[in-house]
């Protein structure tokens, strides 16, 4: 059964800089996983972020970016702010199904 | 703008069976598949599969066969999740997507399913 890997936990400071990863079980992600981000607060339902790694949706603030890094998707968020204080998940194609990863909570201090 | 509203909460008995609409408005509804996402309590994100709203086709992820139906409604815009024989583990919230050029786009609100006896 394919594994997709976040880290459970991040923590960083407003104004700060913070990359999130999603790695898949099969080896490396690629642009072929079409890796997708989202984010999530408590009580909502998922808000699409990032999709094929590295496209914008037109309501993702400027400070989000996906990219490629060792052999993972990534998520970039430059100049933090606190409402960015959340659960986020990268969904990962493969073939016909998708998994996600387990989310990584994001805490703003 | 794409906007897809669900049904609202069920409380339903283990062994009972529930269907949950997710319906469509702001696009043309064929040209879009709809995904469907659980979410259990304090839990992430499962992909369900997905629902080829031109031909009705469905495709179900590993752990949601048997008990768990897509379906459609085309000429209302509304897509559907039938589970039957619900168990408790079965309590979670469910979300419809829109899904097109590789992403789930916009979501519904969730609907919450508990089953407890």
């Known amino acids: 059964q394919t594994v997709v890997t976040q880290e459970p936990s991040l923590t960083v400071s407003p104004g700060g800089t913070v990359t999130l990863t999603c790695a898949s079980s099969?080896?490396?992600?690629?642009?072929?996983?079409?890796p997708n981000w989202f984010q999530q607060k408590p009580g909502q339902a998922p808000r699409a972020l990032i999709y094929?790694?590295?496209n914008k949706h037109s309501w993702t603030p400027a400070r989000f970016s996906g990219s490629l890094l060792g052999g993972k998707a990534a998520l970039t968020l430059s100049g933090v702010q606190p409402e960015d204080e959340a659960e986020y998940y990268c969904?990962?194609?493969?073939?016909?199904?998708?998994?996600f990863g387990g989310g990584t909570k994001l805490t703003v201090l | 703008q794409a906007q897809l509203v669900q049904s609202g909460s069920e409380l339903k008995k283990p062994g009972a069976s529930v269907k949950v609409s997710c319906k469509a408005s702001?696009?043309?509804?064929?040209?879009?598949?709809v995904n469907w996402v659980r979410q259990a309590p304090g839990q992430g994100l499962e992909w369900m599969g997905w629902?080829?709203?031109?031909?009705?086709?469905?495709t179900y992820a590993q752990g949601f066969t048997g008990r768990f139906v897509f379906s459609l409604d085309t000429s209302v815009s509304t897509a559907y999740l039938q589970i039957s024989s619900l168990k408790p583990e079965d309590t979670a919230v469910y979300y419809c997507?829109?899904?097109?050029?590789?992403?789930?786009?916009?979501w519904g609100q969730g609907t919450l399913v508990t089953v407890s006896s």
């Open positions: 997507a829109r899904y097109g050029d590789m992403t789930p786009d916009y």
């Open positions: 702001g696009y043309t509804f064929t040209s879009y598949a």
């Open positions: 629902i080829n709203t031109n031909t009705g086709n469905p």
């Open positions: 099969t080896g490396a992600v690629t642009s072929a996983y079409y």
């Open positions: 094929s790694t590295t």
């Open positions: 969904l990962l194609y493969y073939g016909g199904a998708r998994v």
